[in-house]
């Protein structure tokens, strides 16, 4: 079947010849996640802790875990919202003098390259918006307030409601020169299975704390830059996953 032999390449493994990648160059590293200016709002988030887990036995999170469509319409607490994104992105060690951050998921070379930003539509002391996570610092920075959120971000999701109206909604952006730093043409594969990685992690710590959470990779690519307002091309949006009670 040749009809997307072109489009398959990126499926296999782009291991093989030589490869001289920025790194090997000795050119900069691309920064561990996007840098927080002055100006930026910070919300410090509370320490994530395992005591918040409901459901403490792993086999039958992974039993349970399936995907939710269908979201109470209750409010996250910043809790909760903490211990997600800790245990999705949080730094747990930077090693390398910052060469690599560990976290959670797994990631290939450790680039980790992605950013997480969520859409809140309700969670306690958040006003409805975008907000940027940044793993290192465990804080979010407020990236724009917008009442309307819930309802872009359904039409981003190619009119999916359950999309815009949970109480929050996990939107990932690759920053691919991260990876292609390190890597170069062969990043891109890992970098997809990596966002995999993230994704799932995202379902068992949803499940430890019986809410749910749905992956979507069915959307609008502009209308989803736009919303978290990344340029499409340095960054853009990857993955999406969102949240609630069920
Ligand atoms: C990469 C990926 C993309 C997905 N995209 C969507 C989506 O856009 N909309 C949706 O409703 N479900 C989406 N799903 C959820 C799948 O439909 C779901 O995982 C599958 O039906 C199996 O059900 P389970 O997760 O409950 O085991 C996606 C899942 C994955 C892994």
Sequence with gaps: MKRFEKEREILKSGFTGDMES???????????EKPISEEDEIIVLPEATGELVKK?????????????RNFKKESL?????????????????VRGGGYASIRPVPSAGARHPFETYIGVTNVEGLEKGIYRYSGLK???????????IGEKMT??????KFVGEAPVTFIWTIIPYRGEWRYDARSHKPMLLDAGHLCHGLYLSAEALNLGTCAIAAYEQKLMDDIVGVDGVDEFVVYMSPVGKV
Excluded: W
Aim: glycine share 6%; proline share 5%; aromatic share 6%.
């Design 22 to 32: 920025d790194q090997m160059k000795g050119m900069p590293q691309p920064p561990l």
């Design 56 to 68: 403490k036995d792993i086999f039958e999170c992974i039993m349970d875990r399936k995907s939710h």
């Design 77 to 93: 607490n910043l809790e909760e919202l903490s211990f997600l994104l800790y245990t999705t992105q949080g730094v747990k060690e």
């Design 138 to 148: 465990h804080q979010l920075i407020k990236v724009k307030i917008e009442e309307e």
């Design 155 to 160: 039409i981003g999701a190619r009119g999916q």
